[in-house]
């Protein structure tokens, strides 16, 4: 930073009481002893953003469901990248001016990793049309993975609806990411509609759900013998990512 004056960094969301980050923040804060404040923007449509921007000595924040694509319109500018995910999970603000960034696509790559095999070259992506979901395809991309979108309805952005998964297509991807909230604490017998009797020892899940730990969605994979992963090493990844954002750009 540059002083160490108490700033306010936030989370912008809608029902975010649950959120990993103010607490993840709030000790960062304690272990480097800084005066600074995380809070969450609990907000019920992106109308009320007035109040945050209004926050004094605003320094960041970061964004999550369901606002990370609609919150675009409302900043100065966009790094190449978010632009090109078209959704924004960070914002800095500089001199006045709010400037959007994508660090979800650097905390996938890096907790998705470990448990990659050469092998893995095709992904299916559940619940493709969320701003989360953009930064893992784009992440997808970036490793030439071969990535195919799957969705509740038809739509130019869908490659097929759950309904339209069997055993032959799935045997044709190694990898199944959801990327819906389904699954997330308190709601945690939810799961995407997806045929599960049909994955085995060659797929690998990821889910970017963290609370719990282990959703029903990879507890599916896991009984039939799946390598599974779940989104906590992904926060703490763009969670570090915004922090370095805030600090040296």
Same mark, same amino acid.
């Given at each position: 930073?540059?002083?160490?004056?108490?700033?306010? =960094?936030?989370?912008?969301?809608? $029902?975010?009481?649950?959120?990993?980050?103010?607490? =993840?923040?709030?000790?960062?804060?304690?272990? @480097? +002893?800084?005066?600074?404040?995380?809070? $969450?923007?609990? @907000?019920?449509?992106?109308?009320?953003?007035? %109040?945050?921007?209004?926050? %004094?000595?605003?320094?960041?924040? +970061?964004?999550?469901? *369901?606002?990370?694509?609609?919150?675009?319109?409302?900043?100065?500018?966009?790094? *190449?990248?978010?632009?090109?995910?078209?959704?924004?999970?960070?914002?800095?603000?500089?001199?006045?001016?709010?400037?959007? /960034? +994508?660090?979800?696509?650097?905390? =996938?790559? $890096?907790?998705?990793?470990?448990?990659? !095999?050469?092998?893995? !070259?095709?992904?299916?992506?559940?619940?493709?049309?969320?701003?989360?979901?953009?930064?893992?395809?784009?992440?997808?991309?970036?490793? %030439?993975?071969?990535?195919?979108?799957?969705?509740?309805?038809?739509?130019?952005?869908?490659?097929?609806?759950?309904?339209?998964?069997?055993?032959?297509?799935?045997?044709?991807?190694?990898?199944?990411?959801?990327?819906? *909230?389904?699954?997330?604490?308190?709601?945690?017998?939810?799961?995407?509609?997806? *045929?599960?009797?049909?994955?085995?020892? %060659?797929? /690998?899940?990821?889910?970017?759900?963290?609370?719990?730990?282990?959703?029903?969605?990879?507890?599916?994979?896991?009984? !039939?013998?799946? !390598?599974?992963? $779940?989104?906590?090493?992904?926060?703490?990844?763009?969670?570090?990512?915004?922090?370095?954002?805030?600090?040296?750009?």
């Amino acid at each position: 930073m540059e002083d160490t004056k108490a700033l306010n =960094f936030g989370l912008i969301g809608r $029902n975010i009481e649950y959120s990993f980050s103010r607490a =993840f923040f709030k000790e960062k804060f304690e272990h @480097l +002893n800084l005066p600074h404040h995380y809070q $969450n923007f609990d @907000l019920q449509s992106l109308d009320e953003l007035k %109040k945050v921007w209004e926050t %004094k000595n605003l320094k960041g924040c +970061n964004v999550t469901i *369901p606002y990370k694509q609609e919150i675009i319109t409302h900043l100065d500018f966009l790094s *190449p990248e978010a632009a090109e995910i078209g959704a924004v999970n960070c914002i800095h603000i500089k001199n006045n001016k709010r400037v959007g /960034y +994508n660090t979800d696509a650097y905390g =996938f790559s $890096n907790s998705f990793k470990p448990l990659l !095999r050469t092998e893995d !070259r095709n992904a299916m992506v559940l619940g493709a049309n969320g701003g989360a979901a953009k930064a893992v395809i784009y992440a997808l991309e970036s490793m %030439k993975i071969k990535v195919t979108k799957i969705g509740r309805q038809s739509n130019n952005e869908i490659d097929y609806t759950y309904d339209e998964l069997g055993k032959e297509l799935i045997e044709d991807y190694e990898i199944i990411i959801n990327c819906t *909230p389904l699954g997330t604490h308190p709601n945690v017998d939810q799961k995407p509609n997806f *045929p599960y009797h049909h994955l085995n020892s %060659k797929h /690998y899940l990821f889910d970017l759900v963290y609370r719990p730990e282990k959703t029903a969605f990879l507890k599916e994979g896991e009984a !039939r013998g799946s !390598r599974i992963c $779940n989104g906590s090493m992904m926060l703490k990844w763009q969670a570090e990512k915004s922090w370095e954002i805030w600090n040296y750009l």
